[in-house]
């Protein structure tokens, strides 16, 4: 089984609105982060935005937040008020375990294009 | 802002040739990592490294692969003998459990390795 699914290949928003995009995770670890991660089409690795496994409330970094429904094991980021420069693929990934070298696990990515 | 630095963006090589991929953490972390994504697929984890010791490495990291933090600075990927589908741009991460509890991972821009 995949430990990190993004089911939506590419995704389209007008300009200022929000968009979410999703990510389900699979993993019999108690203590995990979520993660994710936008890649321009530079290819630079851009960390957005973080949610651990014991985090009651969910996370917000400016425009992100992420929605975190741990029974239903999804981390669907939030982006408010898109703009053209939030075109690009984004990135869910997984840590299990507390931390300390542990590796990610990465979904496919999402692509996103923001339209006028 | 601290950043992980990657020398060269590109690398190209004929297939059998040696290459040698390098980075700098950020410098008061700890724990280091090597990725790489194959054009167009997802991000996977090559190997990590603590205490001048790899913790955990992939299937992917076979001994034509090896890692080596020759200074206090670098941190160095070496491919013995390159193949075709070692082609792939190839990320460095560093990060700081040991000050930073979600442990993220920030990447450095890649190396895109093409070997012909």
């Known amino acids: 089984a995949q430990k990190i699914t993004q089911t939506q290949p590419g995704m389209f928003v007008q300009e200022k609105e929000a968009v979410t995009l999703d990510c389900t995770y699979d993993?019999?670890?108690?203590?995990?982060?979520l993660f994710w991660y936008k890649q321009p089409s530079s290819g630079e690795m851009i960390f957005l935005i973080y949610?651990?496994?014991?985090?009651?409330q969910n996370a917000t970094e400016g425009r992100y937040s992420l929605n975190f429904q741990k029974a239903r094991k999804s981390a669907n980021l939030v982006i408010s008020a898109s703009q053209l420069g939030d075109s690009a693929m984004y990135f869910c990934?997984?840590?299990?375990?507390?931390?300390?070298?542990?590796?990610?696990?990465f979904g496919t990515g999402t692509q996103l294009k923001v339209e006028l | 802002e601290p950043e992980v630095t990657q020398t060269p963006s590109h690398q190209v090589t004929q297939m059998g040739q040696e290459v040698i991929l390098r980075c700098v953490p950020i410098?008061?972390?700890?724990?280091f990592y090597w990725y790489r994504q194959i054009l167009g697929q997802k991000v996977e984890f090559l190997v990590s490294?603590?205490?001048?010791?790899?913790?955990?490495k992939s299937e992917i990291f076979d001994d034509q692969f090896s890692v080596e933090r020759p200074d206090g600075s670098n941190f160095t990927l070496k491919i013995r003998s390159t193949k075709l589908e070692d082609s792939a741009m190839y990320f460095c991460?560093?990060?700081?459990?040991?000050?930073?509890?979600?442990?993220?991972?920030?990447f450095g821009p890649g190396t895109r390795l093409t070997v012909l």
């Open positions: 991460a560093s990060s700081d459990w040991d000050i930073n509890p979600m442990d993220t991972q920030y």
């Open positions: 993993t019999s670890d108690q203590s995990y982060g």
């Open positions: 410098s008061n972390h700890l724990y």
């Open positions: 990934a997984m840590r299990e375990g507390r931390g300390g070298g542990n590796k990610l696990t």
């Open positions: 949610q651990g496994s014991y985090d009651e």
């Open positions: 490294f603590y205490n001048n010791e790899i913790s955990e």
